[in-house]
């Protein structure tokens, strides 16, 4: 089992910066992929950004250049830094892990509000 908890979301103006953290517990080892989702109002769950087993990083087209996925294995961490966000931007943000068995984690998500 793999334990996810998000923090850091809130209500930040267009054009600013929020950075979304999410601590893992558990089996840490078996952990293959981890990816920030983001799911709008009456919109499908969509990956934003994720990192795989081989450290290559993946981002939707619509946030290249203004996020940055990145991971603290010393403190079981994974961040999703957001600069320039935008009204679009505003969803609720979950962290997932991919183990080795094939099994997805989720959190329990952070909203992100961008308004003026």
């Known amino acids: 089992q793999v334990h996810l908890v998000e923090s850091g979301g809130g209500l930040v103006q267009p054009g600013g910066s929020l950075t979304l953290s999410c601590a893992a517990s558990?089996?840490?080892?078996?952990?293959?992929?981890v990816a920030w989702y983001r799911q709008a109002p009456g919109k499908q769950r969509d990956m934003v950004a994720a990192?795989?087993?081989?450290?290559?990083?993946i981002y939707t087209d619509s946030v290249k250049g203004r996020f940055t996925i990145s991971r603290d294995n010393a403190k079981n961490t994974l961040y999703l830094q957001m600069n320039s966000l935008k009204p679009e931007d505003t969803a609720v943000y979950y962290c997932?892990?991919?183990?080795?068995?094939?099994?997805?984690?989720w959190g329990q998500g952070t909203q992100v509000t961008v308004s003026s």
């Open positions: 997932n892990a991919l183990n080795l068995a094939g099994l997805f984690y």
């Open positions: 558990g089996s840490i080892a078996s952990i293959k992929n």
């Open positions: 990192i795989t087993s081989s450290g290559s990083i």
